[in-house]
C-alpha cells in the first residue's frame, strides 16, 4: 500500500512540488527524486497522520502530537507544509500542522495579503 503522500503524487504528479535548492535527505530534489522522497513520515504507519472515522477527541490530540513529533524531525518540514498549504490539503497532519492549524495560516495569509494590497493601493499617488 503507498503511503499517503506518494499515493497523491502517483496519482497527480505534476501537482506534486519540486524542492528547490539543498533539501532533505540526500540534497536538492528533481522530478525523479521529489521533496517527499526524504520525509521521516515515509517511514511511520500513515495511519498516524490522518484520522479513523469517528476518533474519540483525547485519541485524536494524543495522535497528532505523536505524528508532530515525526515531522519536528523531518529533513523536509518546510517542503511539506508549504505543499499542504499550497494544495491545500484538507486532511491530516502535514508539516507539523493539522488540517484547522494549517485553515489559521492560510487565514492570516489571506488577510497580510489583502493588507499589503490595500496598504500598496494608498501609497500610489493619484493621477489626477
Known amino acids: 500500500m503507498l ?4 499515493a497523491r503524487s502517483a496519482a497527480k504528479p505534476s501537482l506534486v512540488p519540486v524542492q528547490r535548492g539543498p533539501g532533505g535527505a540526500g540534497g536538492a530534489a528533481s522530478e525523479d ?7 521521516a513520515c515515509r517511514r511511520d504507519e500513515a495511519g ?3 484520522a479513523p472515522s469517528k476518533e474519540p477527541t483525547a485519541a485524536r490530540l494524543a495522535r497528532e502530537e505523536q505524528a508532530k513529533r515525526v515531522c519536528a524531525r523531518c529533513p523536509v ?3 511539506c507544509r508549504e505543499h499542504a498549504l499550497m494544495m491545500p490539503e484538507p486532511y491530516g497532519v502535514w508539516g507539523g500542522l493539522t488540517a484547522a492549524e494549517r485553515r489559521v495560516v492560510l487565514a492570516r495569509r489571506r488577510r497580510r ?3 499589503i494590497r490595500e496598504a500598496t493601493r494608498q501609497a500610489r499617488p493619484m493621477a489626477g
Not at 3 to 6: L, V
Request: net charge negative; proline share 10%.
Open 48 to 50: 498516524l497522520f490522518f
Open 3 to 6: 503511503h499517503p503522500i506518494e
Open 33 to 39: 527524486n521529489p521533496w517527499h522522497t526524504g520525509a
Open 113 to 115: 495579503d489583502a493588507e
Open 77 to 79: 518540514l518546510l517542503e
